[in-house]
């Protein structure tokens, strides 16, 4: 039964993850910007310093794919690059106004998703799912560290 209940419960997180992708695609498709490049943006916006392999990492994505998203937000004119000056393998990436109204859009449609898959949640069932899945991605963290050791 226990077994059961854990698969069922790691197929509906996923369930959700994949609902979740899904609305923020619908709600952003009108804007010309892909859910992923709309996510870079908020990285870029809140970390206006960061670099490729730094959001890449943090997307968990490689930089190669971090190069391709910026590469169209620049053509699309949503950010500008620019080379360093001491180091030429570095780039500046610099939100321009489209760019800063993309970002101000997104966080509006985000916390309009937000609140629309939260609907009829109290705080405290809010509270409790919050600390369930803290839970779950620290043992999920350690189960990785485990894992990597081994190697």
Sequence with gaps: MRKELQHQIINLFRQSDQAMKRVIGKKVEDTGIYRSQHRLLMILGKHPDCSQRAIANKMEISPAAV?????????????????????????????????????????????????????????????????????????????????????
């Design 67 to 151: 190069a391709v998203s910026l590469k169209k937000l620049e053509k699309s004119g949503y950010i500008t690059r620019s080379c360093d000056a001491e180091d030429n393998r570095m780039n500046h990436v610099v939100i321009t106004d489209k760019g800063k109204k993309a970002i101000d859009q997104s966080i509006l449609y985000f916390q309009e998703i937000e609140d629309a898959m939260f609907e009829g949640f109290s705080q405290e069932e809010l509270e409790t799912y919050a600390a369930f899945l803290e839970r779950v991605i620290h043992n999920g963290e350690r189960y990785y560290q485990s894992l990597s050791q081994k190697n």
